[in-house]
């Protein structure tokens, strides 16, 4: 991670720590850098997607100004997803995609997502050329004079193309399936009920009304409270709630229970499994994946890598051994053979392929993973890396590690895009997983790391 970028991009409260000047010059940067070496009359692409957030269209705006002075052309596709953006970057030939989002964070924050010409994340050497430039350590850029100013492209049509190619990958018509949308008030707000009513379902979408300042409020991904309820009360199929730019997806199984990433891993492994096609005969997970889906995975005669945390990690660790499934529990899942990113209404298809193939519910497509306790609190601090690494933070860590024993595990670990700290116990029983969160969060309360 760089001084501004995580593992998901630049990330931050706008115009406080994420400002306009910082959208301006990233533009600027990009516009300039993917000039060089054009031949006359060509022009530098840049496609641009945001979420619905208060700010996104500040951020665009900014981030548009810098590009075309630096002779850029900027396509515009509107409030979209992170993995449209992606779609549309490594099929229509441009040079970079700009996503403007904060993914699931609260609406104050937002942040800047760079995706290269494959429709992957934006490699570290680019990355840290263009956090010298906006620390003013690179050099003046030319700006564009004359002919050579760069112009805006309004591109929904690609917008529209994802659209098509989401439509184009479902094996069989959604008729007669009751399902439930929760879209965040965010990016997938027209674009899932578009794809699903295409497929012919029922649809009753929920989170669907953004005002700019409710995106992640109380609904999608990261609150499934409400759709679990819409789908017992209404007597759904299946329910799925996408984040703020939909690269997430949760599921709802038709009794109203959670379907997490861990278990939609498991179904899809199995489900490649079944056919054939599991490449390496593995899926991969992070280390935050619970010991129950390694369990069920074992039973399956299925293999698995764990890599650190991040959808980063994970697809670099596909890309290289040509996995096909992978992701995280928090409901990030990348298939591989149909996107270079998580994506959120891609891992609704895929779940309701695995369903009507199987003629299988939800539920009893996830049913022989026995789901271990596990809790997990954030805290905000003043340092993630000081509150890890202080010694008596570390002594509770390990102390708790040594009671919890074989029967469960602690894993501490810093947001790659917060000033968070997140503490995750899992063990047998949940009351024993909140003693022990609570009991390394006192202690970094403790110690004065607490942001006030």
């Known amino acids: ?13 706008a115009n406080k720590n994420l400002t306009v000047e ?29 979420d619905t957030r208060l700010s996104s269209y500040m951020f665009e705006y900014s981030l548009v100004a810098g590009l075309t002075a630096s002779g850029a052309e900027a396509y515009l596709l509107h409030v979209t997803t992170t993995p449209s953006v992606s779609y549309v970057v490594r099929t229509e030939n441009f040079d ?86 929760d879209c965040a008030n965010g990016s997938a707000w027209m674009i899932a009920k578009s794809v699903f009513d295409a497929l012919g ?24 409270e409400k759709l679990q309820q819409l789908v017992r009360e209404e007597h759904l199929d299946v329910g799925f ?64 890598e764990k890599t650190a945390v991040g959808d980063k990690y994970v697809y670099e660790n596909m890309a290289s051994n040509g996995y096909r499934i992978g992701g995280e529990q928090s409901g990030h899942i990348i298939f591989k053979k149909y996107a270079n990113t998580g994506d959120g209404i891609l891992t609704a298809i895929k779940m309701m392929e695995v369903m009507l193939e199987k003629k299988k519910t939800l539920s009893e497509l996830a049913k022989p993973v026995k789901i271990y306790p596990q809790v997990l609190k954030n805290i905000r601090v003043t340092d993630k890396a000081k509150a890890q690494a202080d010694a008596d933070v570390r002594a509770m860590v390990e102390q708790v590690a040594r009671e919890l024993g074989a029967d469960g595990r602690i894993l501490v670990r810093e947001s790659g895009t917060e000033p968070v700290v997140r503490v995750m116990v ?26 006030e």
């Open 22 to 50: 910082h959208a301006y010059k990233i533009g600027r940067f990009l516009g300039w850098y993917y000039s060089r070496g054009k031949e006359e009359g060509e022009r530098c692409r840049v496609a641009i997607g945001k």
């Open 96 to 181: 970079c995609g700009i996503m403007i989002s904060a993914s699931h964070n609260p609406y104050y924050d937002n942040g800047i997502k760079l995706i290269n010409a494959s429709g992957e994340k934006m490699d570290e050497d680019t990355i840290l050329k263009i956090e010298a430039y906006i620390d003013g350590l690179s050099g003046e850029i030319p700006f564009a004079v004359g002919e050579k100013i760069g112009k805006t492209v309004d591109f929904a049509a690609g917008r529209n193309r994802y659209i098509g190619y989401l439509i184009s990958l479902a094996t069989r018509s959604y008729k007669g399936k009751r399902v439930g949308l």
């Open 241 to 304: 709630a996408f984040d703020g730019d939909a690269d997430r997806c949760m599921c709802v199984d038709e009794n109203g229970n959670v379907i997490n990433g861990d278990l939609i891993i498991y179904i899809y492994g199995c489900y490649l499994k079944s056919r054939g096609k599991l490449t390496g005969n593995k899926v991969v997970t992070t280390i935050m994946s619970n010991f129950g889906l390694y369990k069920a995975l074992d039973e399956a005669g299925i293999e698995y």
């Open 1 to 13: 991670m760089g001084k501004y970028f995580g593992t998901d991009g630049f990330r931050g409260e």
């Open 201 to 224: 379902a029922k649809t009753y979408v929920i989170g669907n009304e953004p005002d700019g300042t409710n995106i992640n409020k109380n609904c999608g991904s990261t609150h499934v």
């Open 426 to 451: 899992e063990a047998s029983e949940k009351e024993i997983c909140e003693k022990y969160v609570d009991q390394v969060i006192d202690k970094i309360i403790e110690k004065g790391y607490r942001e």
